[in-house]
Structures are given as C-alpha cells and as structure tokens.
C-alpha cells in the first residue's frame, strides 16, 4: 500500500468549510461516483471526521486507508468497495 501522501484520488471532496456531519454527507453523495477499486478524498475541517468516516467505512464495507494532517484540515481516504 502506498504512502497517504502518495496516493492519487480519484476524486476529491472539499468539505473544509462544513460542521459535522457536512463531511460524512459530501462522502456519502461523492462515492457513487468513484470506480469500485479507486479512492475517494475527503477534505475535511471538522475534527469528527476522523471518527465518522471510519465508522461510515466500516458499515459500509469501504477500505478506511487513514488521513493526513494539513494545514489547518485533514485529508481522509477510502477505497471504494461496492
């Protein structure tokens, strides 16, 4: 598996701006649209994405791979399963 910082989403959703559960909603909508196999980006400013996004995952059946702190927001990851 690639490093975070290395991985190249197939899409990209900037949640940056949204409260809890804005993120974990912009996720649920933009992952129809992601090819079963490929990752899914999520830009997130709210601190309960790291909680909310793994959870969804799981439930789910995605491939939670992580996030990555940046300046002042973090970048999630997930693997379209389904």
Known sequence: MPELSEIKA??????????CPGPLLE??????????GQVLEVLSGDKGSREDIPAWCRKMGHEFLGFLER????????????
Request: net charge positive.
């Open 71 to 82: 300046d002042g927001h973090d970048s999630l990851f997930l693997i379209r399963k389904r």
């Open 27 to 36: 996720a649920k909508k933009a992952v129809g649209g992601v090819p079963v």
């Open 10 to 19: 197939a899409k990209t959703v900037d949640a940056r701006s949204m409260a």
